[in-house]
């Protein structure tokens, strides 16, 4: 069986590699590289949900990982903004 402790860390390394490339593929797509954002989101929508599938499972619980998702939504909310203000 694994550390908690360790078990904690991947649940980190999960979100956090999962909201860097999707703030990766956020930017991609505003600036209408829409393909290479799919691509990104491929990605950070697998790493997210391993991650919530292992905090329901409650392999990790940390306050840091929900912080790293309201970081990603609201930069999310800022690129659809600025996207739409392109139109």
């Not at 860097?20 to 989101?41: Q, R, S």
């Not at 950070?44 to 940390?62: D, H, Q």
């Amino acid at each position: 069986m694994l550390q908690p402790q360790f078990l904690a860390r991947i649940g980190q390394l999960m979100v956090i590699l999962g909201v860097t490339t999707g703030m990766i593929g956020g930017i991609y797509n505003a600036l209408l590289y829409h393909d290479i954002a799919i691509d990104l989101w491929l990605y950070s929508n697998l790493f997210l949900l391993l991650w919530a599938i292992g905090f329901r499972k409650k392999l990790w619980n940390s306050s840091l990982s929900v912080d790293f998702l309201i970081i990603l939504y609201a930069f999310y909310e800022l690129c659809n903004i600025y996207a739409i203000s392109l139109r």
